[in-house]
């Protein structure tokens, strides 16, 4: 555990963090703008116990970071040792061999207000970047030219890329995925994805079972299935909190969570997943067929007090509190906590169907943002107190 001093940070802005490709410590950036390299500590293995997927300055080709006062923060190696670029502040530096020197070398005027999300595309020299002013935008690393820009509806909030077929993924505050097609010098709007009823706070892309999971402020997490065509959208609940950040393991095919509630929650992907159905709408309970209270004529011809409605989370009808008095886990569902269902649902759901597909573990932190090593499997958290935390996973990723 590393601890900073304990100085008020400005509101919604969050440091970024990133494992060294060498084993001699860490880079931490902070809204105070200030870029450090740290010692590395031992890490350790109390409560968490698996993986997650973040940006590296050498493992990962595509390395991102979360804007911080007034800019955001990539990592690259540009080819074969010519030298190690950082950007802050959308600012670009070049690093030392031994990470103690920053040298400045190009900016990027790309926005007009605080860069929210940044992410360099090694495969095409490309900067992705999104700011508070609304904007999407992409630049040439190698000349800083501009190529093309894009309004999104709200302040974009997650940032990803597929690199195979060059769509960019945005989240943003109004809880939407935009999902746009870049060419050289201009952009296609492919589709929107709305599920999320607050906004998306991080994104993850899996490029190998093209999926992507967006977590929001509404503390779910979901899986949309884009390779599958089929428009399928898996919900995961398991957060009592907003998700701040999301990551994933592709050899273990393991997603991670972490949210406001200090919460590190390990989803196993490799199971099949059902969609959860949608909420019907009626007057009267579909199991037994009592008025709810807004059904007057009903509730005339009956002589009878009208009820609340509910819902059951397995098949979505709506139903009275009498026909619904049980509570179950539906971790296919997404639900690894009990949930409301109707008294059908629950004496038709078998104890296999109950068996959880997620762990959970306590990070003592409200977490902000995660860097995930998979050769070292080391998981490294930084949250709003300030501490940044170095976890050891190889118990559960190896």
């Not at 860490?26 to 010692?39: A, G, K």
């Not at 977590?215 to 009592?240: C, N, P, Y």
């Not at 007057?283 to 011809?301: A, E, G, L, Y």
Request: glycine fraction near 10%; hydrophobic fraction near 30%.
């Amino acid at each position: 555990m590393i601890a900073g001093p304990r100085r008020p940070a400005p509101a919604n802005q969050s440091p970024c963090l990133s494992l060294c490709p060498c084993p001699s410590g860490l880079l931490s950036s902070t809204p105070r703008r200030s870029w450090r390299r740290r010692p590395q500590c031992a890490p350790s293995s109390d409560g968490c116990r698996d993986p997650a997927q973040a940006a590296d300055p050498q493992a990962d080709p595509a390395a991102a970071g979360r804007g911080v006062s007034g800019g955001g923060e990539y990592g690259r190696d540009r080819a074969q040792g010519r030298g190690r670029h950082q950007c802050l502040g959308g600012q670009e530096f070049l690093l030392s061999e031994d990470y103690n020197k920053m040298t400045p070398v190009k900016n990027y005027q790309a926005h007009q207000s605080r860069v929210t999300m940044i992410l360099f595309v090694l495969e095409l020299e490309w900067v992705l970047s999104t700011g508070q002013d609304k904007q999407f935008a992409w630049h040439c690393s190698e000349s800083g030219q501009r190529l093309g820009g894009y309004r999104t509806s709200a302040v974009a909030s997650g940032l990803q890329f597929d690199v195979e077929t060059r769509h960019v993924f945005i989240g943003d505050h109004s809880g939407q995925v935009t999902i746009l097609k870049l060419e050289q010098e201009n952009c296609t709007l492919v589709t929107t994805f709305r599920g999320h009823t607050g906004g998306v706070t991080a994104l993850c892309w899996d490029p190998v079972q093209r999926v992507l999971f967006s977590g929001s402020s509404d503390h779910s997490v979901i899986m949309w299935d884009i390779g599958g065509r089929k428009g399928t959208a898996i919900e995961l609940q398991g957060h009592s909190d907003r998700v701040q950040a999301l990551s994933y393991a592709q050899h273990t095919r393991q997603l991670i969570s972490c949210g406001g509630d200090g919460g590190i929650v390990v989803w196993n992907m490799d199971v099949e997943r059902q969609e959860t159905p949608e909420w019907l709408d009626s007057d009267s309970c579909q199991k037994c067929d009592q008025p709810f209270f807004w059904n007057f004529k009903q509730m005339w011809d009956s002589k009878k007090i009208g009820l609340r409605q509910h819902h059951c989370r397995k098949c979505g009808k709506a139903v009275c509190g009498k026909c619904s008095s049980k509570r179950s886990s539906i971790p296919l569902m997404g639900f690894e906590f009990e949930v409301r269902v109707c008294d059908s649902c629950h004496e038709a759901i078998t104890d296999e169907e109950r068996a959880p597909t997620a762990t959970f573990h306590d990070s003592k932190h409200n977490i902000v943002h995660v860097h995930f090593d998979a050769t070292r499997g080391w998981l490294l958290t930084s949250g709003t107190d300030k501490v940044i935390k170095l976890w050891d996973m190889t118990p559960v990723v190896s």
